[in-house]
């Protein structure tokens, strides 16, 4: 990865991208727009973005947009999910900035919280939420195919943050809804080998956690003749809880296996 995706505070259409890959470090700021594929000319009622994910080989920004615009006499807001061209591998230099809508605009629907899966291009999970019925789920879909699948109801008031593990076979998310105790924890759900049919209903994974992000480790290559300590392959660390904290906080770190681990706060 030579690419680091940024937003402002400010309420503002654009992503910052940097390089931070070559010799000195350089910065493109792409705007925001509603991109149209008809005749019609459309208002720009993008607001901001918020959570972002690179492809594989860094040339597309997945990413969340808020839109806001009037209908009526009504102000109405709404996510959906995007699709930038932010870098040409080729030539090893930022793109366009065009963006590419993965779903029809409908204001009902909200779109958020997208992230790619780790070894298939095209799959991705995201939250949706259907302002009309109030109805929320977590969604797996594989652009390619065009096709897409629940994976779990959750609260409509309520967002999922989902993410695949390293090697796709199970998508983490939050929920305090599915929780006995009524608190926000990690529930998993188990897909088949296309990353986006459940295999079975979520079940508990981390009690009292949210926003899950996996990690992978592979074997590096040492210089020291010392043998070399075995490495998790995959591993899950949780934000810590309480935070703030004073004076002791909890650090949840979840191993595929049993096995001693280290953290080092610096």
Not at 176 to 202: E, K, R
Not at 208 to 216: A, E, K, L, N
Not at 228 to 253: C, G, H, K
Request: include cysteine; charge should be negative; charged fraction near 20%.
């Amino acid at each position: 990865k030579r690419l680091v995706a940024l937003t402002s505070m400010l309420s503002e259409p654009t992503i910052y991208v940097i390089d931070i890959g070559g010799s000195v470090i350089d910065m493109r700021m792409f705007t925001l727009y509603c991109p149209t594929y008809s005749d019609d000319i459309l208002p720009d009622v993008a607001q901001f973005a918020d959570a972002m994910d690179f492809s594989a080989d860094n040339s597309s920004l997945l990413f969340d947009t808020y839109n806001a615009m009037q209908i009526g006499d009504h102000n109405v807001g709404f996510w959906e999910i995007n699709l930038m061209s932010v870098w040409n591998p080729a030539a090893s230099t930022f793109a366009d900035g065009k963006i590419f809508r993965l779903y029809p605009q409908e204001p009902n629907i909200n779109l958020a919280n997208p992230t790619f899966a780790r070894n298939k291009p095209g799959i991705i999970t995201f939250d949706l939420k259907n302002s009309e019925d109030r109805t929320g789920f977590i969604i797996a879909s594989d652009l390619y195919a065009k096709d897409s699948k629940p994976l779990s109801e959750i609260a409509f008031t309520e967002s999922g943050f989902p993410a695949f593990r390293g090697d796709d076979a199970v998508v983490s998310f939050a929920s305090s809804g599915l929780s006995s105790t009524g608190a926000d924890s990690i529930f998993n759900v188990p897909l088949a080998a296309d990353a986006i049919t459940p295999t079975g209903p979520p079940h508990g994974f981390i009690p009292s956690g949210m926003f899950p992000i996996w990690y992978r480790q592979g074997t590096r290559p040492t210089s020291t003749d010392r043998p070399e300590r075995a490495l998790p392959e995959t591993f899950l660390v949780l934000d810590n809880y309480p935070n703030p904290f004073n004076p002791s906080t909890t650090i949840t770190m979840q191993l595929a296996h049993p096995m001693r681990a280290r953290i080092i706060i610096q």
